[in-house]
């Protein structure tokens, strides 16, 4: 089998809806919606192996933690399993007041039963009914016509509604799926929707849920908005029906046709936390709300610790999630791309500087930090980087702002250490480069054991210290204008190596009274070549010093 060369033949392209007042492109997302984690239930169902108690245990709780107030918490018909977990939830009393339960039933009688059985004691909870209604299930699955395929919702919502009286106690919520909603005729699911609603009887002070899923993402997620948009509009008593959005990532658009469908009128999204759900997944509801929270609109929800979420998730679902995955993958934070490192550098540079709080960022659209995130991972080295890659490695790992053009002097080193290597460099390979070529390591060539400076008559300054040469120590002294020229004096007097520097910079580590100083000279030899000097010490002076002689080891 090969792919078609006319797949016209075989495939059709999905009919546009006839909108042309539509008003949802014209709409953004100001509020947080309600957030339905069906993670416990579809999630579960798309497992290869499924999560026992203990698990899906540990999730319900995640669940809590995040903050999400309306939860799946299974498929109570499907066995023992569910129907255990979410009878025990229930039992135990591990509901909290300002949480709803929702479970999932087939119109059927006996599993309607069951469904409402599990849940007996719950102060509050939702019974979600679904039946398929797109012309393939009605032909291909059921072998019925319309009226038989409304029929078999109106009857469930009658089981519905006598449950309900049955377990009085409990404070019921009905939701209604039109399954298959995304790839049947709009007229015909309001039609049964209604049909629904004059069985259950909802008012505003006690709305019905309409959940419309893509069961499977057929078309571009506009045409899923239009949808949602022309059903809120068809559907009677409108303030009595929560709108509610199921997508499938069949296209990879279901976070989109989610965002769209809430720009279009829905009220609540229904999806798991990273995606999961069958064939390719559900609605990302974490990559949903963090959308919002770019946009400035909290979500409602708590995604401030991402990587133990992650970890969590991965361990119930046996699962990995993608290093790419939005906001949470090992890599979303991670630029190798030498100009990328560069932008993210001087954007980092520009937010010190500013007074207030505005993120304006080059290729991070959201501060990993509000998610729990260092800054370390932003940026990574590799072939493929450039100075400002591992100019911010050492400035994060090691306290070191290096000059500009130390950062060019320097990247030749390190773009030969990553070719050589083929592979991604960690901090401590670029540190021992650096330390290598700028002589702050042992041995060293001179070595500061001891020194002191001091002010003559004529005002020049006068060193006078010991440095070790290859492990051999010797008394120095010269006389210059100031510390580092009389240093550079000191040496050609002595060993005979002439420097002439050109520039000097200092700065400070690390804040407090304990932090360490490093300092840059940037010197000639006579042949004119540029010859670069790093020194670091708890105190600037001596750290300039030490500067001075790392340019030396470097001549020689």
């Not at 190798?336 to 520009?350: E, N």
């Not at 090691?398 to 030749?412: D, E, I, R």
């Not at 001891?450 to 006078?464: H, M, N």
């Amino acid at each position: 089998m090969t792919m078609l060369n006319t797949p016209g033949v075989k495939y059709r392209p999905f009919p546009p809806i006839n909108l042309p007042d539509r008003t949802w492109p014209s709409k953004v997302i100001e509020q947080a919606p309600r957030w339905l984690s069906t993670d416990l239930r579809d999630g579960n169902q798309a497992l290869i192996d499924p999560m026992g108690a203990e698990k899906k245990s540990r999730f319900f709780d995640l669940l809590l933690k995040v903050g999400v107030k309306e939860i799946e918490v299974g498929f109570p018909a499907s066995g023992a399993t569910d129907f255990d977990f979410i009878s025990g939830l229930v039992k135990a009393g591990r509901i909290p007041d300002d949480v709803i339960v929702q479970v999932l039933t087939q119109s059927r009688r006996d599993l309607i039963e069951t469904s409402f059985a599990s849940l007996e004691g719950a102060a509050r909870a939702i019974v979600h009914l679904y039946n398929a209604v797109s012309p393939v299930w009605r032909k291909v699955v059921f072998g019925m016509g319309k009226d038989e395929i409304k029929q078999i919702a109106i009857e469930g919502a009658k089981v519905l509604r006598d449950q309900a009286a049955k377990y009085h106690r409990t404070d019921w919520t009905f939701q209604y799926s039109p399954e298959t909603f995304s790839t049947a005729e709009v007229e015909y699911s309001v039609e049964v929707c209604a049909a629904v609603m004059d069985v259950l009887q909802p008012t505003p002070e006690k709305p019905i849920i309409f959940n419309l899923p893509a069961t499977v993402e057929c078309a571009t997620p506009n045409i899923y908005a239009d949808q949602i948009e022309l059903f809120g509009r068809m559907i009677p008593n409108r303030d009595a029906v929560v709108i509610c959005l199921h997508t499938h990532n069949d296209r990879g658009t279901g976070v989109a046709a989610a965002e769209l469908g809430l720009m279009a009128g829905a009220d609540r999204v229904e999806g798991c936390l990273f995606g999961n759900g069958e064939r390719t997944g559900n609605c990302d509801l974490v990559t949903v709300a963090l959308n919002m929270y770019t946009q400035g609109v909290h979500p409602g929800l708590d995604f401030s610790n991402i990587d133990e979420i992650a970890a969590t998730v991965e361990y119930c679902n046996q699962l990995p999630i993608h290093p790419r995955h939005p906001y949470v993958g090992e890599l979303v934070y991670t630029s190798f791309s030498g100009s990328h490192q560069d932008a993210i550098k001087k954007g980092f540079a520009a937010m010190e500087a500013k007074n207030d709080e505005l993120w304006e960022m080059p290729y991070l659209p959201i501060d990993p930090a509000d998610l729990g995130r260092d800054y370390e991972a932003v940026i990574r080295v590799n072939s493929q980087s450039g100075k400002g890659g591992f100019a911010w490695v050492l400035e994060q790992d090691q306290g070191l702002k290096l000059p500009k053009k130390m950062q060019a002097h320097f990247s030749g080193h390190v773009q030969q250490l990553a070719d050589s290597a083929g592979r991604e460099l960690f901090a401590d390979d670029i540190w021992q480069v650096f330390q290598r070529v700028y002589h702050l390591g042992t041995p060293q060539h001179f070595q500061l054991l001891d020194y002191a400076e001091t002010k003559a008559a004529d005002g020049t300054r006068l060193f006078a210290g010991k440095i070790a040469v290859d492990d051999h120590e010797q008394s120095v002294s010269g006389r210059g204008n100031g510390l580092i020229s009389s240093v550079v004096a000191t040496i050609a007097e002595t060993f005979g190596v002439q420097l002439d520097v050109k520039d000097y910079t200092e700065h400070a580590m690390t804040a407090g009274s304990d932090a360490r100083a490093a300092a840059y000279v940037e010197c000639t030899g006579p042949d004119g070549k540029t010859i670069w000097g790093v020194g670091i010490d708890e105190d600037v002076a001596t750290a300039s010093v030490r500067a001075v002689l790392s340019a030396a080891n470097a001549a020689v």
